[in-house]
């Protein structure tokens, strides 16, 4: 069951999202929630066997986050699958209104009082607090590794890891470095402490596309352990 509360037309937020029973394990829907955007439909989130999560989008954008529970080491590494099995046109990641993708992955940090990435309105209804934050991609015109700002938010980096050119179908195994990848992108030291929250969204609502991807094992190593 989906349930969704909608607060003065703003962003949504769910207090559940469906998973179905064989779900993945590391995929706990009780601590995961859906963030909507007003006027957007969202992606669906359904959880498979074989610690699978699918994500499908019809010209749709929204995100599943979770708060990551303890602060990691410098020597943390975020790791995961994935794979895309109904992919869109190419578009510039770079491009306000031309950045739809079929998957990607995004941390969060709390670490600047100046704003927040869904503003204060956002902040007086409980919307997570979100300073700097990487987006890890799947799709574009751009090279793979390439870093562009985040053309929605001046405190946002996106990092192309996979492009148009990566092979539909396969699953892909990716390890990032969680200091090195905010060095590269912010040209400083990241304040790990304030890492709070991860998320996964799709987003094909500027292309009216359909995308259908999966992903598997979202887990933080802190030091070689999971988180």
């Known amino acids: 069951m989906l349930i969704r509360n909608y607060a003065m037309g703003a962003f949504a937020l769910t207090a559940t999202v469906f998973s179905s029973a064989a779900g993945a394990s590391w995929f706990n829907s009780a601590d995961w929630k859906l963030l909507e955007l007003p006027g957007k439909s969202a992606p669906h989130f359904f959880a498979k066997p074989d610690e699978v999560l699918e994500v499908s989008s019809d010209s ?3 995100f599943l986050y979770r708060e990551i529970d303890s602060s990691p080491d410098k ?28 998957l990607a992955v995004h941390l969060w940090f709390d670490d600047d009082e100046s704003g ?20 890890y991609v799947w799709g574009g015109t751009r090279g793979q590794n390439t870093i ?12 192309i890891l996979q492009n148009a050119d990566s092979e539909i179908g396969r699953w892909y195994d990716e390890a990032r470095d969680i200091s090195s990848d905010y060095s590269a992108a912010f040209g400083e030291l990241p304040n790990l402490t304030a ?24 887990t933080i190593l802190f030091s070689g352990r999971p988180e």
């Open 75 to 102: 020597d943390a590494v975020l790791r995961w699958r994935w794979t895309v099995q109904r992919t869109i046109a190419a578009t510039d990641q770079a491009a306000n209104g031309g950045d739809d993708r079929p």
């Open 195 to 218: 890492l709070r929250y991860m998320a996964i969204s799709a987003d094909t609502d500027d292309t009216r596309s359909t995308s259908t991807a999966l992903i598997s094992g979202l």
């Open 116 to 135: 927040s990435l869904f503003g204060f309105l956002g902040r007086m209804l409980g919307y997570p607090k979100v300073g700097h934050l990487i987006t």
């Open 60 to 62: 749709a954008v929204g």
């Open 148 to 159: 562009v700002p985040n053309p929605h938010y001046e405190k946002g980096a996106i990092i």
